[in-house]
């Protein structure tokens, strides 16, 4: 996808740095039926904190299609399920913090919508946060704005930012 297995593997985050035009699945944009898509991954990674965490992710989501008046997919819509949970390896820590979405992206522009809460947002720092509120993309995937409150996964789990 466009940015590290991580953020690929939660889909709500997948779908929000997806927005670029010309990125969005084919399969989200054709006019049929909403697509629905669901499953599960597991894997561990050394490149977010300083200690290594395993990330354990299930979803079950709708990308609901908009069109305007020629037939034109001008937005995409997603909601459903989306459940996120971080082990740090070398302490045992977990956090699970909530995901619920939903999000919307306009095609013409790639900028992508994403409220509520959501469990894997990368800050334009590279920092690993969860969140709660509003958050805007560009069409390249940086954050244009943030709202609410943001937590950092790994001061969550007992340990720090990666130190590269």
Not at 2 to 17: D, K, Q
Not at 78 to 93: E, K, P, V
Not at 97 to 103: C, D, E, T
Request: glycine share 10%; with cysteine.
């Amino acid at each position: 996808m466009l940015i590290n297995r991580l953020v690929t593997a939660l889909v709500i985050a997948a779908a929000s740095t997806a927005s670029a035009v010309g990125a969005v699945p084919a399969a989200w944009a054709t006019p049929t039926e909403n697509y629905r898509d669901s499953g599960s991954d597991s894997f561990t990674t050394s490149k977010v904190c300083s200690d290594p965490i395993r990330v354990d992710s299930t979803w079950s989501i709708v990308i609901h299609t908009f069109y305007d008046a020629a037939g034109t997919a001008t937005r995409l819509a997603f909601t459903g399920t989306t459940r996120i949970s971080y082990t740090d390896l070398a302490n045992g820590n977990t956090y699970a913090p909530n995901s619920s979405g939903p999000g919307t992206i306009n095609l013409s522009t790639g900028q992508t919508w994403v409220r509520g809460s959501n469990a894997a947002v990368f800050s334009n720092d590279g920092v690993l946060m969860s969140t709660s509120g509003r958050i805007i993309y560009s069409a390249d995937g940086s954050i244009i704005s943030i709202t609410g409150k943001q937590r950092s996964v790994c001061a969550a789990l007992g340990t720090g930012d990666y130190g590269g």
